[in-house]
């Protein structure tokens, strides 16, 4: 944030440094705010929007702890989380501004402090905050089709976590329902990390059998098994340095489980065929689409293996929980998929924003993001309308018959095709579009199910 556009609160108990600080920053920042009493502070956090609060160390208040300072910090920075906070210290007590840093404080000056230091400091601080907000939109990654958006206050809540663990070695576990965009997360937060120059690798370990399950993360040495016609590496040695993301890990079988649970107690993998041992050094990151609840069932999961791929735990939001983030996104895959198929920039009418907002997404993003590349390609004019906005079939089938078990996928697409028909009321141009479907290919259909 530009200093000229920011709101600063000083709180001092002397009247000579209000004075002196509005001075200095009346001309600097859009508004300066100063008050005496620390008990305030509440009150006008709420009513204004402060960006950065410079703030004393040392009141004549009831409190009397010595560090009123730390007392105060807390308290703003659990009303305000995301708010600068620059202490104010005499030379005196420099230990205790340090211990403010660990604090949560963000930044501090010594009375008397040198003027240039100050706009300094206060603008490094609000410039390092407008990159914050930045990853609040978005987290950006090289993975797929480039990046997670959100304004919802659960994405915003995410992307704060994220900043947070991205840089750190902590396993994560990453939760959701399918195309929630767990994969392309785990991708942004190894981007995030200090591993992102090494490798980033990818196991989908939901699909493997047994023997695959030890070949793919361990390795094996050549003729351990019939297939074993040379040695080969294992996912956990080609992610030395760097990121593994174990996908589907809640599909694993518990004896799949105690052999991942003995590799991350000793940091060591043994390929197939060798009893010699070999230090790892990744970070992970799992994914699964199974509910908490449903993991921590020990007959399903174990739960000295959740404590180890849990240290920190992400639960990526189906799109119905984020409606304000439809629009952003959408937007976004209409300005990808429009530069993809050479199409002018596309946009929306109000209907057709509507229509997205109103639909359920039992498919999330991933739906979200095929429906508006099947819009773009199909579209006629720059501008999509409701008509040009088909939802799957298949999702819209699954959704609504979940719970029948029995019911075979032909019925379904029959089902869906009779309805779409009759809806335009037999007109099959109309209905082969809302199907996403050619004209000759709804005419195969028709034949097909003697419609």
Not at 229 to 236: I, K, P, S
Not at 356 to 380: C, F, H, W
Request: with cysteine.
């Amino acid at each position: 944030m530009i200093l000229k556009k920011a709101t600063i609160l000083i709180v001092d108990d002397d009247p000579d440094v209000l004075t002196a600080v509005k001075l200095l920053l009346k001309t600097e920042a859009q508004e300066v705010i100063t008050e005496k009493n620390p008990e305030n502070l509440n009150w006008l956090l709420q009513r204004n929007e402060v960006d950065l609060v410079l703030l004393d160390m040392n009141f004549n208040s009831a409190i009397n702890t010595g560090n009123e300072g730390l007392y105060w910090l807390r308290k703003v920075k659990d009303w305000k989380p995301n708010v600068c906070v620059i202490m104010i210290t005499a030379y005196g007590d420099i230990d205790l501004a340090v211990r403010s840093l660990k604090e949560g404080a963000n930044d501090f000056i010594v009375k008397p402090w040198h003027n240039e230091k100050l706009i300094a400091t206060i603008k490094e601080l609000l410039d390092k905050k407008e990159g914050l907000k930045t990853t609040k939109t978005a987290v950006k990654s090289t993975a797929g089709d480039t990046s997670i958006l959100g304004e919802s206050d659960v994405m915003q809540d995410i992307f704060y976590k994220v900043n947070k663990i991205a840089p750190t070695d902590a396993n994560i576990l990453l939760l959701g329902e399918n195309g929630t965009g767990k994969d392309l997360m785990a991708k942004a937060i190894h981007e995030r990390s200090l591993r992102a120059d090494k490798p980033f690798i990818k196991v989908d370990v939901g699909a493997l059998t047994d023997t695959l399950f030890e070949s793919e993360l361990f390795g094996h040495k050549k003729g351990a098994f019939t297939d074993a016609r040379e040695d080969r590496t294992g996912r956990f040695e080609d992610a030395q340095g760097g990121t593994l993301f174990l996908d589907e890990i809640g599909n694993i079988t518990l004896q799949q489980q105690a052999k991942l649970l003995t590799i991350l107690q000793n940091r060591q993998v043994t390929r197939l065929g060798t009893n010699k041992a070999i230090d790892i050094d990744i970070r992970l990151i799992c994914a699964t689409n199974v509910p908490m609840h449903e993991l921590a069932n020990e007959n399903r999961f174990r739960k000295d293996l959740i404590y180890r791929i849990n240290t920190v735990e992400i639960n990526m939001p189906p799109l119905r929980r984020r409606n304000e983030d439809i629009s952003i996104l959408a937007k976004h895959f209409a300005k990808l998929y429009a530069s993809k198929y050479l199409k002018p920039a596309m946009d929306f009418d109000a209907a057709a924003l509507q229509k997205l907002k109103s639909y359920n997404y039992p498919g999330n993003v991933r739906e979200l993001q095929y429906t508006i590349e099947r819009a773009v390609i199909m579209a006629d004019d720059h501008v999509l309308r409701p008509d040009d906005l088909i939802f799957s079939i298949l999702e819209t089938a699954n959704d609504t018959t979940v719970n029948d078990d029995n019911i075979q996928l032909s019925t379904l697409e029959k089902n869906a095709i009779l309805r779409v028909i009759e809806k335009h009321n037999g007109n099959i141009t109309r209905a082969a579009k809302e199907l996403g479907l050619t004209r000759t290919a709804l005419y195969r259909r028709l034949s097909k199910y003697d419609i």
